[in-house]
């Protein structure tokens, strides 16, 4: 009789089944994070805000996200691990449900700041417990993998909220997502082992890496590029909108977007090894820079031009 508990058996077995399981709750989170900048102008007008302000539903869940990431690890680094993945995965799924049937701005902002605290427990757990369920050999592919649902979820969420948008409404689409957590954690909780808590470790030595210099210097200028990336891809249907791009391409223009981040994701590692970060962050740094100032100088264009044609048809009036 192997007197072995499940966790242990689990991880001199090795395999990534249960990673996958744990990617496909990372799509689910990541989905969650994105989807609404899908459909950002029917969530406005259904509610009654502006673009400006149902955008904000997609930065209250980012800002939760990050300040609480690292709280939720303190607070919670003794339960158990499956427990504590599967209770995170239901927080999404019933705030999703909530923010579906939401009355106004107000209340959905609630379930949004909810969903991502259910988000902020889940992701780090989940790297942890596949990084510690894969054998050594397979431990770099184990992150890889879990981190994947999340890129997969950034490049389809967007693309597939807007097609979905058109398709039926948002509170269907958060209801989807609310699925998709819910299908998650069911999953999580026939496949994952039995696992313990880990050591407490307090918030102050979680951060201090922080006091690191290379971190010290490194980290605006993450910051600035991440914030320039996703605050256009957060308001990427209306920014395609304002460039002139009709409804009906709005989705193939988005696809295209998540064809770069792929390609992109899959080529850095190869050109960081080749050339260097530094060298690699430069260039795509100066690419963003260019590309964004490009999508400034479209949105001008398409806007002197509609100013110049409404004048010009009501001088001829």
């Not at 158990?80 to 939401?102: E, H, K, Q, S, Y």
């Not at 391409?249 to 792929?262: E, P, Q, S, V």
Request: include cysteine; glycine fraction near 12%; proline fraction near 5%.
């Amino acid at each position: 009789m192997d007197d072995k508990p499940s966790s242990e058996r689990a991880r001199e077995r090795g395999g990534l089944t249960p990673v996958v399981i744990l990617s496909l709750g990372t799509f689910a989170v990541g989905t969650d994070a994105f989807i609404v900048a899908g459909f950002l102008p029917s969530l406005a007008a259904s509610l009654h805000v502006s673009v400006g302000v149902a955008g904000q539903s997609v930065t209250v869940f980012a800002v939760t996200y990050a300040v609480f990431a690292p709280i939720l690890a303190t607070l919670a680094a003794r339960a158990p691990r499956r427990t504590l993945l599967v209770a995170a995965l239901v927080v999404i799924a019933g705030a999703n449900l909530g923010a579906a049937v939401a009355p106004d701005f107000t209340v959905l902002m609630v379930f949004r700041t909810l969903a991502a605290l259910g988000a902020a427990a889940y992701t780090p757990t989940a790297s942890a417990v596949a990084a510690w369920l894969a054998r050594s050999a397979l431990r770099g592919r184990a992150l890889a993998l879990v981190l994947a649902g999340l890129t997969f979820a950034t490049v389809l969420s967007v693309p597939i909220g807007s097609l979905m948008s058109d398709w039926t409404s948002w509170r269907v689409v958060l209801g989807l997502v609310a699925g998709l957590a819910l299908l998650s954690s069911v999953a999580v909780l026939r496949v994952l082992p039995v696992l313990g808590g880990g050591p407490f470790v307090p918030l102050r030595d979680r951060l201090a890496v922080l006091r690191k210099p290379g971190v010290i210097s490194l980290l605006p200028l993450t910051v600035l590029g991440m914030a320039a990336s996703y605050a256009i891809y957060g308001y990427s249907v209306p920014a395609l909108q304002g460039v002139g791009v009709e409804p009906a391409g709005i989705g193939g223009f988005l696809f295209l977007y998540g064809l770069g981040a792929i390609l992109g994701s899959g080529l850095c590692g190869y050109v960081i090894d080749r050339w260097g970060a530094t060298r690699m962050l430069s260039v795509t740094y100066t690419i963003m820079t260019l590309s964004l100032g490009l999508l400034g100088c479209c949105a001008l264009h398409t806007r002197f031009r509609g100013h110049h044609i409404d004048g010009g048809c009501g001088s001829s009036g």
